[in-house]
Nanobody
């Protein structure tokens, strides 16, 4: 599975930004992306990667890190092989490179249980 994230940019604190991630199959492989859980994680400068949000294949179950609950919303459209992350009330501490992930984690919040990671998109929140 290949994952392409986009939508990052520079925004002022308190502002909003939306990220999207499109999943596609690698040449020669069977694509089962619509059956995968998908999620977003981020890595801030000098920090470890943190899981931000995750969503089961049918959208029925979601996960949010405590730091983003009430501000971020994850959603997906399997027909479009796309997952979105709507980020509102952004804070400077949300500044990070955001990555899309897909896979079959037992727990949506366990970053390293996602099998596929994409390239990131940079989000910068100015104070």
């Amino acid at each position: 599975v290949q994952l392409q994230a986009s939508g990052g940019g520079l925004v002022q604190a308190g502002g909003s930004l939306g990220l999207s991630c499109v999943a596609s199959e690698r040449a020669g492989s069977d694509y089962a992306g619509s059956n995968y859980a998908m999620g977003w994680f981020r890595r801030a400068p000098g920090k470890e990667r943190d899981m931000v949000a995750g969503i089961r294949w049918n959208g029925g179950i979601t996960y949010y890190a405590d730091s983003v609950k009430g501000r971020f919303t994850i959603s997906r459209d399997n027909a479009k092989n796309t997952v979105w992350l709507q980020m509102n009330s952004l804070k400077p501490e949300d500044t990070a490179r955001y990555y899309c992930a897909a896979g079959s984690p037992q727990s949506l919040g366990r970053l390293y249980e996602y099998e596929y990671w994409g390239q990131g998109t940079l989000v910068t929140v100015s104070s």
